[in-house]
């Protein structure tokens, strides 16, 4: 093998395959951020990226004053997260923002019933090669896994 053709099968290999909203989402820090992904991606028909917005929309229960205000963001976004994940129980981005929430919200939200299926899921989807190997890193860094 020459090693021209070996350095570009290299390159190849490492060209990063994450999707921009997936980058996006993991940067997004602050609530003026948040929204901005909010804003960017709120008409997407992509599953993958709904599942994001949808995350940060009840994420935005936290910048609430009032205990009720907060309760009542978080739990009407909660809901749309599970009806989308009722409709495609399979999405592994839909798995994975489940988890991230459920593993880091107060236990007294009782939202937590989940996470070991999510978990079961997640791992057997990471043990696989997929076109969504890129989410394995941030499934490692961000949850219990």
Do not use: G
């Not at 229960?61 to 129980?89: A, D, G, R, T």
Request: proline content about 3%; charged content about 30%.
């Amino acid at each position: 093998m020459s090693p021209l053709f070996l350095s570009f099968f290299l390159v190849l290999n490492m060209v990063d395959t994450t999707p921009c909203f997936v980058k996006e989402y993991h940067q997004a820090l602050t609530e003026d951020q948040e929204l901005q992904f909010i804003n960017k991606y709120k008409n997407s028909t992509k599953i993958d990226v709904k599942a994001y917005v949808v995350s940060l929309k009840m994420k935005q229960s936290k910048y609430k004053f009032f205990p009720w205000q907060k309760i009542k963001v978080f739990n009407k976004y909660k809901k749309h997260l599970e009806e989308l994940i009722s409709k495609h129980p399979k999405n592994v981005h839909l798995r994975y923002v489940r988890l991230v929430i459920q593993e880091k919200i107060p236990k007294m939200l009782n939202y937590y019933s989940e996470v070991k299926e999510d978990k079961e899921f997640l791992i057997k989807i990471m043990n696989e090669k997929d076109n969504a190997d890129y989410l394995d890193t941030y499934i490692v860094k961000n949850t219990s896994l």
